[in-house]
Protein backbone atom coordinates (compact mmCIF):
# COMPACT_ATOMS: atom_id res chain seq x y z
CA UNK A 1 0.00 0.00 0.00
CA UNK A 2 1.30 3.41 -0.85
CA UNK A 3 2.34 5.71 1.65
CA UNK A 4 2.60 9.57 1.10
CA UNK A 5 4.94 11.12 3.66
CA UNK A 6 5.05 15.19 3.97
CA UNK A 7 7.92 16.98 5.00
CA UNK A 8 6.63 20.48 5.53
CA UNK A 9 9.99 22.56 5.66
CA UNK A 10 10.84 26.21 5.76
CA UNK A 11 13.97 27.36 5.79
CA UNK A 12 16.42 24.53 6.63
CA UNK A 13 17.92 23.28 3.17
CA UNK A 14 21.00 22.46 5.13
CA UNK A 15 18.45 19.53 7.01
CA UNK A 16 16.59 18.52 4.30
CA UNK A 17 18.34 16.34 2.53
CA UNK A 18 19.20 13.90 5.37
CA UNK A 19 15.76 14.16 6.00
CA UNK A 20 14.17 13.35 2.76
CA UNK A 21 16.67 10.30 2.08
CA UNK A 22 15.46 8.74 5.59
CA UNK A 23 12.40 9.03 4.39
CA UNK A 24 12.84 7.19 0.83
CA UNK A 25 14.71 4.85 2.76
CA UNK A 26 11.10 3.76 5.28
CA UNK A 27 9.38 1.98 2.93
CA UNK A 28 9.35 0.51 -0.44
CA UNK A 29 6.30 2.75 -1.64
CA UNK A 30 6.90 6.00 -0.68
CA UNK A 31 5.74 9.52 -2.09
CA UNK A 32 8.14 11.80 -0.59
CA UNK A 33 6.10 15.28 -0.52
CA UNK A 34 8.35 18.16 0.37
CA UNK A 35 6.05 21.33 1.03
CA UNK A 36 8.26 24.80 0.89
CA UNK A 37 6.37 27.10 3.19
CA UNK A 38 7.80 29.90 1.40
CA UNK A 39 11.43 29.66 2.11
CA UNK A 40 13.63 32.97 1.45
CA UNK A 41 16.84 30.60 0.63
CA UNK A 42 17.66 28.14 -2.15
CA UNK A 43 15.47 25.08 -0.23
CA UNK A 44 14.03 25.19 -3.99
CA UNK A 45 17.70 24.72 -5.55
CA UNK A 46 18.73 21.95 -3.00
CA UNK A 47 15.14 20.41 -3.97
CA UNK A 48 15.63 20.24 -7.23
CA UNK A 49 18.85 18.10 -6.89
CA UNK A 50 16.93 15.51 -4.93
CA UNK A 51 15.36 13.01 -6.72
CA UNK A 52 12.05 11.09 -6.73
CA UNK A 53 10.16 13.88 -4.87
CA UNK A 54 7.25 15.95 -5.20
CA UNK A 55 8.29 19.23 -4.62
CA UNK A 56 5.28 21.59 -3.79
CA UNK A 57 6.12 25.59 -3.06
CA UNK A 58 4.08 27.50 -1.41
CA UNK A 59 4.11 31.45 -1.90
CA UNK A 60 2.06 32.56 1.05
CA UNK A 61 3.60 31.44 4.19
CA UNK A 62 1.20 29.09 5.88
CA UNK A 63 2.58 27.87 9.09
CA UNK A 64 3.18 24.69 9.58
CA UNK A 65 -0.28 23.46 9.76
CA UNK A 66 -1.08 24.87 6.37
CA UNK A 67 1.69 23.40 4.59
CA UNK A 68 0.95 19.96 6.04
CA UNK A 69 -2.37 20.72 4.76
CA UNK A 70 -1.37 21.62 1.62
CA UNK A 71 1.01 18.19 1.37
CA UNK A 72 -2.51 16.43 1.69
CA UNK A 73 -3.63 18.32 -1.34
CA UNK A 74 -1.59 16.25 -3.61
CA UNK A 75 -0.77 13.06 -1.67
CA UNK A 76 -1.88 9.83 -3.45
CA UNK A 77 -1.21 7.46 -0.43
CA UNK A 78 -3.93 5.62 1.53
CA UNK A 79 -2.08 6.32 4.46
CA UNK A 80 -0.24 9.71 5.31
CA UNK A 81 2.68 10.13 7.60
CA UNK A 82 4.61 13.43 8.54
CA UNK A 83 8.06 14.30 9.34
CA UNK A 84 9.56 17.49 10.07
CA UNK A 85 12.75 18.90 8.25
CA UNK A 86 15.36 18.23 10.93
CA UNK A 87 14.08 15.00 12.21
CA UNK A 88 14.44 11.07 10.43
CA UNK A 89 12.56 8.21 10.02
CA UNK A 90 14.46 4.64 10.20
CA UNK A 91 15.11 2.36 7.62
CA UNK A 92 11.91 0.12 7.05
CA UNK A 93 9.78 2.10 9.68
CA UNK A 94 7.06 2.82 7.20
CA UNK A 95 6.27 -0.52 6.28
CA UNK A 96 6.11 -2.08 9.35
CA UNK A 97 3.66 0.97 10.64
CA UNK A 98 1.44 0.03 7.68
CA UNK A 99 1.36 -3.37 8.26
CA UNK A 100 0.32 -2.77 11.83
CA UNK A 101 -2.47 -0.94 10.93
CA UNK A 102 -3.34 -2.96 7.75
CA UNK A 103 -4.09 -5.60 10.34
CA UNK A 104 -6.73 -2.99 12.21
CA UNK A 105 -8.99 -1.72 9.77
CA UNK A 106 -11.01 0.27 12.35
CA UNK A 107 -7.56 1.73 13.90
CA UNK A 108 -7.45 5.38 12.75
CA UNK A 109 -3.52 5.86 13.16
CA UNK A 110 -0.49 4.51 14.52
CA UNK A 111 2.62 5.64 16.97
CA UNK A 112 5.65 4.68 17.45
CA UNK A 113 8.39 4.64 19.47
CA UNK A 114 10.89 8.04 19.09
CA UNK A 115 14.67 8.06 19.79
CA UNK A 116 15.77 11.02 21.03
CA UNK A 117 18.66 12.75 19.64
CA UNK A 118 20.79 15.88 20.22
CA UNK A 119 21.40 18.66 18.14
CA UNK A 120 23.31 17.00 14.91
CA UNK A 121 20.53 13.79 14.60
CA UNK A 122 22.95 11.39 16.31
CA UNK A 123 20.82 9.56 18.77
CA UNK A 124 21.10 9.16 22.54
CA UNK A 125 20.33 6.04 23.98
CA UNK A 126 16.79 7.60 25.31
CA UNK A 127 13.96 6.00 23.58
CA UNK A 128 10.22 7.69 24.18
CA UNK A 129 7.56 5.05 24.23
CA UNK A 130 4.33 6.64 24.06
CA UNK A 131 3.04 4.89 27.26
CA UNK A 132 -0.69 3.20 27.08
CA UNK A 133 -2.09 0.90 25.35
CA UNK A 134 -3.80 0.44 21.95
CA UNK A 135 -7.56 0.91 21.57
CA UNK A 136 -9.89 3.94 22.41
CA UNK A 137 -7.20 6.56 24.00
CA UNK A 138 -9.66 9.50 23.51
CA UNK A 139 -9.34 10.64 27.12
CA UNK A 140 -5.91 9.83 27.69
CA UNK A 141 -4.45 11.88 24.11
CA UNK A 142 -6.92 14.46 25.71
CA UNK A 143 -5.67 15.01 28.66
CA UNK A 144 -2.07 15.17 27.28
CA UNK A 145 -1.07 11.92 29.01
CA UNK A 146 -0.24 10.19 25.47
CA UNK A 147 2.64 12.57 23.96
CA UNK A 148 2.68 11.62 20.53
CA UNK A 149 5.55 13.24 17.71
CA UNK A 150 4.21 13.90 14.54
CA UNK A 151 6.93 12.16 12.99
CA UNK A 152 6.05 8.80 14.77
CA UNK A 153 2.62 8.56 13.13
CA UNK A 154 0.98 7.02 10.28
CA UNK A 155 -2.35 7.50 9.49
CA UNK A 156 -5.52 6.38 7.42
CA UNK A 157 -6.20 9.41 4.63
CA UNK A 158 -9.75 8.23 5.25
CA UNK A 159 -9.53 10.05 9.62
CA UNK A 160 -9.38 13.24 7.64
CA UNK A 161 -11.95 12.93 5.39
CA UNK A 162 -14.01 12.17 9.16
CA UNK A 163 -12.34 14.77 11.10
CA UNK A 164 -11.07 17.60 8.73
CA UNK A 165 -8.02 18.98 8.08
CA UNK A 166 -4.92 20.23 10.42
CA UNK A 167 -6.70 23.65 11.83
CA UNK A 168 -3.62 26.72 11.23
CA UNK A 169 -4.64 28.85 13.46
CA UNK A 170 -2.96 26.43 15.87
CA UNK A 171 0.89 27.20 15.98
CA UNK A 172 2.56 23.88 17.23
CA UNK A 173 -0.43 22.24 18.73
CA UNK A 174 -2.09 21.27 15.61
CA UNK A 175 -0.64 17.95 16.17
CA UNK A 176 -2.11 17.08 19.23
CA UNK A 177 -5.35 19.04 17.99
CA UNK A 178 -5.86 16.44 15.39
CA UNK A 179 -4.67 13.63 17.15
CA UNK A 180 -7.31 14.18 19.40
CA UNK A 181 -10.22 14.88 17.07
CA UNK A 182 -8.61 11.23 15.07
CA UNK A 183 -8.81 9.74 18.65
CA UNK A 184 -12.34 11.04 19.12
CA UNK A 185 -13.99 8.63 16.38
CA UNK A 186 -11.47 5.79 15.99
CA UNK A 187 -9.22 3.33 18.48
CA UNK A 188 -5.38 4.47 18.22
CA UNK A 189 -3.14 1.54 18.40
CA UNK A 190 0.55 2.24 20.48
CA UNK A 191 3.92 -0.02 19.53
CA UNK A 192 6.80 0.56 20.76
CA UNK A 193 9.06 0.02 18.10
CA UNK A 194 11.01 2.93 17.34
CA UNK A 195 10.61 4.76 14.09
CA UNK A 196 12.05 8.30 13.85
CA UNK A 197 14.65 10.07 15.27
CA UNK A 198 13.67 13.28 16.75
CA UNK A 199 15.81 15.84 17.31
CA UNK A 200 15.36 17.52 20.87
CA UNK A 201 14.49 21.01 21.21
CA UNK A 202 16.98 23.24 23.46
CA UNK A 203 16.14 26.46 24.75
CA UNK A 204 16.65 28.70 21.92
CA UNK A 205 17.72 26.82 19.46
CA UNK A 206 14.97 28.03 16.81
CA UNK A 207 12.79 24.99 17.03
CA UNK A 208 8.96 24.65 17.20
CA UNK A 209 9.19 23.29 20.48
CA UNK A 210 11.85 25.33 22.05
CA UNK A 211 9.27 27.81 22.99
CA UNK A 212 7.92 24.60 25.34
CA UNK A 213 6.00 27.17 27.54
CA UNK A 214 3.89 28.91 25.31
CA UNK A 215 3.27 25.92 23.46
CA UNK A 216 1.61 24.02 26.78
CA UNK A 217 -0.32 27.17 27.70
CA UNK A 218 -1.94 27.68 24.40
CA UNK A 219 -2.68 23.54 24.46
CA UNK A 220 -4.56 24.17 28.21
CA UNK A 221 -6.17 26.80 26.45
CA UNK A 222 -7.00 25.27 23.38
CA UNK A 223 -8.49 22.02 25.60
CA UNK A 224 -11.39 24.24 26.59
CA UNK A 225 -12.38 23.91 22.68
CA UNK A 226 -12.05 20.91 22.30
CA UNK A 227 -14.43 19.97 24.98
CA UNK A 228 -17.49 20.94 22.31
CA UNK A 229 -16.55 17.84 20.75
CA UNK A 230 -19.45 15.43 21.38
CA UNK A 231 -17.72 12.94 23.42
CA UNK A 232 -16.90 15.18 25.85
CA UNK A 233 -20.27 16.99 25.83
CA UNK A 234 -21.95 13.78 26.80
CA UNK A 235 -19.48 13.15 30.17
CA UNK A 236 -20.61 14.13 33.33
CA UNK A 237 -18.89 17.43 34.60
CA UNK A 238 -16.88 15.75 37.23
CA UNK A 239 -14.98 14.05 34.33
CA UNK A 240 -14.86 17.44 32.47
CA UNK A 241 -13.29 18.82 36.15
CA UNK A 242 -11.03 15.77 36.00
CA UNK A 243 -9.69 16.00 32.72
CA UNK A 244 -8.92 19.76 33.17
CA UNK A 245 -6.65 18.86 36.29
CA UNK A 246 -5.23 15.75 35.31
CA UNK A 247 -4.12 18.14 32.16
CA UNK A 248 -2.99 21.17 34.48
CA UNK A 249 -0.64 18.97 36.23
CA UNK A 250 0.48 16.93 33.55
CA UNK A 251 1.55 20.13 32.15
CA UNK A 252 3.17 21.53 35.56
CA UNK A 253 4.78 18.20 35.96
CA UNK A 254 6.26 18.76 32.33
CA UNK A 255 7.12 22.57 32.72
CA UNK A 256 8.93 21.98 35.62
CA UNK A 257 10.92 18.96 34.93
CA UNK A 258 12.16 20.39 32.06
CA UNK A 259 12.80 23.76 33.86
CA UNK A 260 15.03 21.61 36.70
CA UNK A 261 16.54 19.98 33.51
CA UNK A 262 17.57 22.69 32.01
CA UNK A 263 18.89 24.91 34.84
CA UNK A 264 22.15 23.41 35.12
CA UNK A 265 22.63 24.01 31.58
CA UNK A 266 22.59 27.57 32.53
CA UNK A 267 18.84 28.24 30.77
CA UNK A 268 17.59 30.55 33.39
CA UNK A 269 15.06 32.56 31.49
CA UNK A 270 13.41 29.33 29.69
CA UNK A 271 13.62 27.81 33.52
CA UNK A 272 12.15 30.37 35.29
CA UNK A 273 9.57 31.13 32.22
CA UNK A 274 8.43 27.90 32.09
CA UNK A 275 7.70 27.51 35.62
CA UNK A 276 6.11 30.44 36.23
CA UNK A 277 3.65 29.31 33.25
CA UNK A 278 3.59 26.26 35.37
CA UNK A 279 2.81 27.71 38.71
CA UNK A 280 -0.06 29.90 36.59
CA UNK A 281 -1.54 26.75 35.69
CA UNK A 282 -1.61 24.66 38.60
CA UNK A 283 -0.28 26.56 41.24
CA UNK A 284 -0.80 23.88 44.28
CA UNK A 285 0.43 21.28 42.37
CA UNK A 286 3.61 23.01 40.59
CA UNK A 287 4.84 24.41 44.20
CA UNK A 288 4.76 21.11 46.07
CA UNK A 289 7.79 20.29 48.29
CA UNK A 290 9.34 17.62 45.89
CA UNK A 291 9.24 19.91 43.13
CA UNK A 292 10.65 22.75 44.48
CA UNK A 293 13.51 20.50 45.65
CA UNK A 294 14.53 19.17 42.97
CA UNK A 295 14.57 22.69 41.16
CA UNK A 296 16.09 23.96 44.13
CA UNK A 297 19.05 21.70 43.83
CA UNK A 298 19.54 22.06 40.29
CA UNK A 299 19.81 25.86 40.61
CA UNK A 300 22.62 25.65 43.93
CA UNK A 301 23.97 23.56 41.44
CA UNK A 302 24.60 26.10 39.09
CA UNK A 303 24.84 29.00 41.36
CA UNK A 304 27.66 27.77 43.26
CA UNK A 305 29.43 26.74 40.17
CA UNK A 306 28.88 30.16 39.21
CA UNK A 307 30.24 31.62 42.35
CA UNK A 308 33.47 28.94 42.08
CA UNK A 309 34.00 30.60 38.79
CA UNK A 310 33.77 33.81 39.73
CA UNK A 311 36.18 33.46 43.00
CA UNK A 312 38.71 31.16 41.51
CA UNK A 313 41.75 33.63 40.24
CA UNK A 314 41.90 33.85 36.04
CA UNK A 315 45.06 31.77 35.18
CA UNK A 316 47.42 34.60 34.24
CA UNK A 317 49.25 33.70 30.78
CA UNK A 318 52.38 32.49 30.75
CA UNK A 319 55.07 34.80 30.43
CA UNK A 320 57.49 34.52 28.02
CA UNK B 1 -9.39 11.56 -15.40
CA UNK B 2 -12.07 13.84 -14.95
CA UNK B 3 -11.25 17.54 -16.01
CA UNK B 4 -13.13 19.43 -13.12
CA UNK B 5 -13.93 18.58 -9.68
CA UNK B 6 -17.18 19.62 -8.99
CA UNK B 7 -17.43 19.90 -4.92
CA UNK B 8 -20.74 19.99 -3.13
CA UNK B 9 -20.90 21.04 0.74
CA UNK B 10 -24.36 19.96 1.84
CA UNK B 11 -25.90 20.01 5.62
CA UNK B 12 -29.58 19.24 5.92
CA UNK B 13 -30.63 20.01 2.52
CA UNK B 14 -31.53 16.26 0.57
CA UNK B 15 -34.35 17.60 -0.87
CA UNK B 16 -32.03 20.19 -3.26
CA UNK B 17 -29.20 18.20 -3.69
CA UNK B 18 -30.66 16.24 -5.81
CA UNK B 19 -31.14 19.26 -8.12
CA UNK B 20 -27.62 20.38 -7.91
CA UNK B 21 -26.15 17.06 -8.66
CA UNK B 22 -28.47 16.77 -11.66
CA UNK B 23 -27.51 20.10 -12.94
CA UNK B 24 -23.65 19.18 -13.26
CA UNK B 25 -24.04 16.37 -15.11
CA UNK B 26 -25.82 18.37 -17.94
CA UNK B 27 -22.79 20.04 -18.42
CA UNK B 28 -21.24 17.83 -21.38
CA UNK B 29 -18.47 17.86 -19.09
CA UNK B 30 -16.25 15.23 -17.68
CA UNK B 31 -17.15 16.21 -14.08
CA UNK B 32 -16.57 14.20 -10.79
CA UNK B 33 -18.92 15.26 -8.40
CA UNK B 34 -17.63 15.05 -5.08
CA UNK B 35 -20.80 15.61 -2.26
CA UNK B 36 -19.39 16.31 1.56
CA UNK B 37 -21.74 15.31 3.91
CA UNK B 38 -21.29 18.20 7.14
CA UNK B 39 -22.76 15.46 9.13
CA UNK B 40 -26.47 15.90 7.97
CA UNK B 41 -29.34 14.76 10.08
CA UNK B 42 -31.51 14.13 7.48
CA UNK B 43 -32.00 11.94 4.43
CA UNK B 44 -29.12 13.36 2.91
CA UNK B 45 -27.16 9.86 3.36
CA UNK B 46 -29.51 7.89 1.68
CA UNK B 47 -30.24 10.16 -1.08
CA UNK B 48 -26.89 10.16 -2.26
CA UNK B 49 -26.01 6.71 -1.73
CA UNK B 50 -28.89 6.24 -4.78
CA UNK B 51 -26.75 8.67 -7.03
CA UNK B 52 -24.05 6.70 -9.29
CA UNK B 53 -20.82 8.16 -10.22
CA UNK B 54 -20.90 10.43 -7.45
CA UNK B 55 -18.21 10.52 -5.02
CA UNK B 56 -19.92 10.68 -0.99
CA UNK B 57 -17.78 11.88 1.92
CA UNK B 58 -19.98 11.90 5.39
CA UNK B 59 -18.01 14.17 8.22
CA UNK B 60 -18.64 12.47 11.53
CA UNK B 61 -18.64 15.88 12.89
CA UNK B 62 -20.17 19.19 11.51
CA UNK B 63 -17.38 21.20 10.94
CA UNK B 64 -18.92 24.15 8.84
CA UNK B 65 -18.77 25.20 5.21
CA UNK B 66 -15.14 25.95 4.91
CA UNK B 67 -13.84 22.54 6.85
CA UNK B 68 -16.03 20.24 4.73
CA UNK B 69 -14.75 22.30 1.37
CA UNK B 70 -11.19 21.56 2.29
CA UNK B 71 -12.55 18.27 2.96
CA UNK B 72 -13.69 17.82 -0.86
CA UNK B 73 -10.53 19.77 -1.93
CA UNK B 74 -8.04 16.82 -0.36
CA UNK B 75 -10.52 14.32 -2.01
CA UNK B 76 -10.80 15.28 -5.40
CA UNK B 77 -8.07 14.75 -8.58
CA UNK B 78 -9.11 17.04 -10.87
CA UNK B 79 -6.94 19.57 -12.32
CA UNK B 80 -10.01 22.20 -11.95
CA UNK B 81 -12.29 22.83 -9.05
CA UNK B 82 -15.29 24.57 -8.73
CA UNK B 83 -17.39 24.52 -5.75
CA UNK B 84 -20.97 24.37 -6.02
CA UNK B 85 -23.93 25.27 -2.96
CA UNK B 86 -25.93 22.48 -2.58
CA UNK B 87 -29.18 24.92 -3.02
CA UNK B 88 -27.49 26.27 -6.21
CA UNK B 89 -27.41 25.14 -9.79
CA UNK B 90 -24.70 24.89 -12.68
CA UNK B 91 -26.14 25.96 -16.48
CA UNK B 92 -25.91 23.22 -18.93
CA UNK B 93 -22.48 23.52 -21.01
CA UNK B 94 -21.34 26.16 -18.59
CA UNK B 95 -18.59 24.02 -16.71
CA UNK B 96 -17.16 23.26 -20.34
CA UNK B 97 -16.74 26.80 -21.87
CA UNK B 98 -15.13 27.82 -19.04
CA UNK B 99 -12.60 24.96 -18.46
CA UNK B 100 -11.78 25.53 -22.18
CA UNK B 101 -11.24 29.19 -21.67
CA UNK B 102 -9.05 28.54 -18.28
CA UNK B 103 -7.17 26.11 -20.09
CA UNK B 104 -6.15 28.66 -23.28
CA UNK B 105 -4.96 31.19 -20.98
CA UNK B 106 -2.19 29.60 -18.66
CA UNK B 107 -1.68 32.98 -16.74
CA UNK B 108 -5.09 32.99 -15.52
CA UNK B 109 -5.63 31.38 -11.95
CA UNK B 110 -9.63 31.72 -12.35
CA UNK B 111 -12.74 32.27 -14.35
CA UNK B 112 -16.11 33.71 -12.96
CA UNK B 113 -19.23 34.46 -14.90
CA UNK B 114 -22.95 35.48 -14.23
CA UNK B 115 -24.96 33.99 -12.18
CA UNK B 116 -28.92 33.91 -12.54
CA UNK B 117 -30.84 34.41 -9.35
CA UNK B 118 -33.52 31.99 -9.00
CA UNK B 119 -36.16 31.41 -6.62
CA UNK B 120 -36.40 28.65 -3.76
CA UNK B 121 -37.60 26.10 -6.61
CA UNK B 122 -34.98 27.13 -8.71
CA UNK B 123 -36.82 29.04 -11.02
CA UNK B 124 -34.64 31.98 -12.31
CA UNK B 125 -36.97 35.61 -12.99
CA UNK B 126 -34.17 36.49 -15.24
CA UNK B 127 -32.21 38.74 -13.32
CA UNK B 128 -27.95 38.51 -12.69
CA UNK B 129 -25.34 39.49 -10.63
CA UNK B 130 -22.80 40.58 -11.92
CA UNK B 131 -23.70 43.29 -14.40
CA UNK B 132 -20.40 43.63 -15.95
CA UNK B 133 -17.99 41.03 -15.52
CA UNK B 134 -14.31 42.93 -14.94
CA UNK B 135 -11.58 40.29 -16.04
CA UNK B 136 -7.68 41.33 -15.44
CA UNK B 137 -6.00 41.77 -12.22
CA UNK B 138 -9.06 42.21 -10.17
CA UNK B 139 -6.84 42.11 -7.02
CA UNK B 140 -7.64 45.82 -5.53
CA UNK B 141 -11.58 45.22 -6.83
CA UNK B 142 -11.67 42.47 -4.54
CA UNK B 143 -10.51 43.59 -1.78
CA UNK B 144 -12.89 47.00 -2.08
CA UNK B 145 -16.07 44.18 -2.36
CA UNK B 146 -17.04 40.47 -3.58
CA UNK B 147 -18.57 40.91 -6.89
CA UNK B 148 -18.14 37.32 -7.77
CA UNK B 149 -20.64 34.82 -6.90
CA UNK B 150 -19.24 31.73 -6.07
CA UNK B 151 -20.71 28.94 -7.79
CA UNK B 152 -19.44 30.60 -10.91
CA UNK B 153 -15.78 29.90 -10.33
CA UNK B 154 -13.76 27.43 -11.95
CA UNK B 155 -10.18 27.76 -10.96
CA UNK B 156 -6.81 25.89 -11.16
CA UNK B 157 -6.15 23.15 -9.04
CA UNK B 158 -2.31 24.66 -8.40
CA UNK B 159 -3.34 28.17 -7.32
CA UNK B 160 -4.14 26.66 -3.82
CA UNK B 161 -0.73 24.96 -3.82
CA UNK B 162 0.79 28.68 -3.93
CA UNK B 163 -1.82 30.59 -1.50
CA UNK B 164 -3.01 27.51 0.32
CA UNK B 165 -6.31 25.80 1.55
CA UNK B 166 -10.07 27.95 2.62
CA UNK B 167 -9.42 29.55 5.78
CA UNK B 168 -11.54 27.09 8.32
CA UNK B 169 -12.26 29.98 10.69
CA UNK B 170 -14.16 32.88 8.71
CA UNK B 171 -17.32 31.41 7.82
CA UNK B 172 -19.34 33.25 5.28
CA UNK B 173 -16.73 34.60 3.15
CA UNK B 174 -13.87 31.68 2.99
CA UNK B 175 -14.53 32.22 -0.91
CA UNK B 176 -13.86 35.93 -1.05
CA UNK B 177 -10.50 35.52 1.01
CA UNK B 178 -9.95 32.78 -1.54
CA UNK B 179 -10.41 35.10 -4.33
CA UNK B 180 -8.49 37.75 -3.04
CA UNK B 181 -5.21 35.20 -2.34
CA UNK B 182 -5.48 33.92 -5.94
CA UNK B 183 -6.26 37.19 -7.82
CA UNK B 184 -3.10 38.48 -5.89
CA UNK B 185 -0.74 36.07 -7.54
CA UNK B 186 -2.87 35.23 -10.95
CA UNK B 187 -5.03 37.15 -13.56
CA UNK B 188 -9.25 36.49 -13.17
CA UNK B 189 -10.59 35.67 -16.05
CA UNK B 190 -14.64 36.15 -16.90
CA UNK B 191 -17.11 34.71 -19.37
CA UNK B 192 -19.74 37.14 -19.79
CA UNK B 193 -22.44 34.65 -19.86
CA UNK B 194 -25.14 32.99 -17.14
CA UNK B 195 -23.40 29.55 -16.01
CA UNK B 196 -24.96 28.87 -12.39
CA UNK B 197 -28.15 30.02 -10.83
CA UNK B 198 -28.16 31.14 -7.37
CA UNK B 199 -30.92 30.93 -4.70
CA UNK B 200 -31.37 33.94 -2.91
CA UNK B 201 -32.18 33.44 0.69
CA UNK B 202 -35.96 35.14 1.70
CA UNK B 203 -34.44 38.35 4.11
CA UNK B 204 -37.57 37.47 5.95
CA UNK B 205 -36.29 36.44 9.25
CA UNK B 206 -34.42 37.72 11.94
CA UNK B 207 -31.43 35.16 11.39
CA UNK B 208 -30.62 36.62 7.78
CA UNK B 209 -29.80 40.29 8.98
CA UNK B 210 -28.11 38.36 12.05
CA UNK B 211 -26.23 36.50 9.65
CA UNK B 212 -25.51 39.47 7.25
CA UNK B 213 -23.81 41.41 10.49
CA UNK B 214 -21.61 38.45 10.68
CA UNK B 215 -20.35 38.41 7.30
CA UNK B 216 -19.77 41.97 7.20
CA UNK B 217 -17.85 41.59 11.09
CA UNK B 218 -16.20 38.78 9.25
CA UNK B 219 -15.31 40.59 5.96
CA UNK B 220 -14.07 43.56 8.14
CA UNK B 221 -11.58 41.38 9.87
CA UNK B 222 -10.38 40.11 7.25
CA UNK B 223 -9.54 42.89 5.27
CA UNK B 224 -7.59 44.55 8.25
CA UNK B 225 -5.80 41.66 9.68
CA UNK B 226 -5.45 39.48 6.62
CA UNK B 227 -5.74 40.54 2.93
CA UNK B 228 -3.89 44.46 3.33
CA UNK B 229 -1.14 42.64 4.82
CA UNK B 230 -0.88 40.23 2.05
CA UNK B 231 3.25 41.31 0.49
CA UNK B 232 1.54 42.44 -2.74
CA UNK B 233 -0.57 45.01 -0.54
CA UNK B 234 2.08 46.06 1.44
CA UNK B 235 4.49 46.71 -1.40
CA UNK B 236 1.71 49.25 -2.96
CA UNK B 237 2.58 51.55 0.07
CA UNK B 238 0.05 53.47 2.99
CA UNK B 239 -1.60 55.51 0.36
CA UNK B 240 -2.94 53.28 -1.93
CA UNK B 241 -4.11 50.96 1.14
CA UNK B 242 -5.98 53.62 2.84
CA UNK B 243 -8.02 54.36 -0.22
CA UNK B 244 -8.74 50.75 -0.57
CA UNK B 245 -9.99 50.61 3.01
CA UNK B 246 -11.57 53.77 2.56
CA UNK B 247 -13.99 52.13 -0.16
CA UNK B 248 -14.53 48.97 1.42
CA UNK B 249 -15.98 51.07 4.32
CA UNK B 250 -17.98 53.36 2.04
CA UNK B 251 -19.35 49.90 0.09
CA UNK B 252 -19.86 48.13 3.37
CA UNK B 253 -21.64 50.87 5.27
CA UNK B 254 -23.81 51.14 2.36
CA UNK B 255 -24.76 48.19 2.38
CA UNK B 256 -25.58 48.31 5.77
CA UNK B 257 -27.48 51.52 5.88
CA UNK B 258 -29.80 49.80 3.48
CA UNK B 259 -30.34 46.43 5.64
CA UNK B 260 -31.18 48.25 8.49
CA UNK B 261 -34.00 50.99 6.06
CA UNK B 262 -35.24 47.14 4.67
CA UNK B 263 -35.88 46.32 8.08
CA UNK B 264 -37.09 49.15 9.23
CA UNK B 265 -39.35 49.32 6.29
CA UNK B 266 -40.67 45.97 7.51
CA UNK B 267 -41.26 46.67 10.94
CA UNK B 268 -38.86 45.68 12.98
CA UNK B 269 -36.98 48.42 14.80
CA UNK B 270 -35.02 46.52 17.12
CA UNK B 271 -33.21 44.46 13.91
CA UNK B 272 -32.72 47.70 12.10
CA UNK B 273 -31.42 49.22 15.11
CA UNK B 274 -28.94 46.53 15.50
CA UNK B 275 -27.62 46.54 12.07
CA UNK B 276 -27.27 50.08 12.07
CA UNK B 277 -25.30 49.78 15.71
CA UNK B 278 -23.01 46.86 13.93
CA UNK B 279 -22.45 49.23 11.14
CA UNK B 280 -21.33 52.32 13.48
CA UNK B 281 -19.19 49.90 15.64
CA UNK B 282 -17.18 48.57 12.10
CA UNK B 283 -17.19 52.19 10.26
CA UNK B 284 -18.03 55.39 12.23
CA UNK B 285 -16.56 57.73 9.85
CA UNK B 286 -18.30 56.45 6.34
CA UNK B 287 -21.47 55.46 8.03
CA UNK B 288 -21.78 58.98 9.73
CA UNK B 289 -20.66 60.16 6.05
CA UNK B 290 -23.71 58.25 4.53
CA UNK B 291 -25.77 58.33 6.92
CA UNK B 292 -26.12 62.32 6.58
CA UNK B 293 -26.28 62.20 2.26
CA UNK B 294 -29.85 63.52 1.18
CA UNK B 295 -30.32 60.49 -0.48
CA UNK B 296 -30.07 58.27 2.55
CA UNK B 297 -32.12 60.85 4.71
CA UNK B 298 -35.21 60.68 2.80
CA UNK B 299 -34.84 56.81 2.40
CA UNK B 300 -34.78 56.52 6.35
CA UNK B 301 -37.72 59.44 6.46
CA UNK B 302 -39.99 57.21 4.22
CA UNK B 303 -39.27 54.16 5.90
CA UNK B 304 -39.88 55.98 9.66
CA UNK B 305 -43.19 56.70 7.93
CA UNK B 306 -44.30 53.60 7.42
CA UNK B 307 -43.02 52.58 10.50
CA UNK B 308 -45.26 54.67 12.14
CA UNK B 309 -48.08 53.79 10.14
Redesign the interface.
Known amino acids: MKVSLIIPTFNRPHLLPRAVESAQRAGREVEVIVVDDASSDDTASVCASLRDVKY?????N?GVA?AR??G???SSGDFIAFLDDDDMRLPGSLDYQVSLLMAQPDAGFIAGGVMLADQDCIPTDEVAIPRGTSGDLFWEVLELSVHLIPGSVVIRKEC??????F???LAGIDDWDMWT?IA??RPVLLDPEPVCIYRVALPGSGQGSSILGRQMHAAVKHQERLFS??RVQTATSAQRRLVRQNTRRRVADTLSWRAAHELPRGAFLFAASNFSIALRLSPFWAARPTHLRVLWRSASRQLLARSKNFLAPTPTPPVG | MSQVSVIIATRNRSSMLRRAVESVRHTNCSAEILIVDDASEDQTQQVCTNFSDVHYIRLKRGLGLGAARNIGLIASVSPYISFLDDDDQRIPGSLEAQVKLLEAQPEAGMIYGRALYGDDQGVTQGSYYPEHCQQGDLFWDLLRWNFIPCPTVVFRRECLTRVGLLEEEAPGVEDWDLWVRIAELYSVMAIDKAVAIWRQGTPGSGQFTSRETKLHREAHRLHVHKWLRLPRAIAAGTAQRRKISRDFAARASQQLLWTAASRLKAGRMLESARVALAGARMYPLSMSRNILSPHTLRSLSSSLETYWR
Not at chain 1, 56 to 60: E, K, P, S
Open positions: LRVDRQGNVLLEFFEVGLNPRREVLP
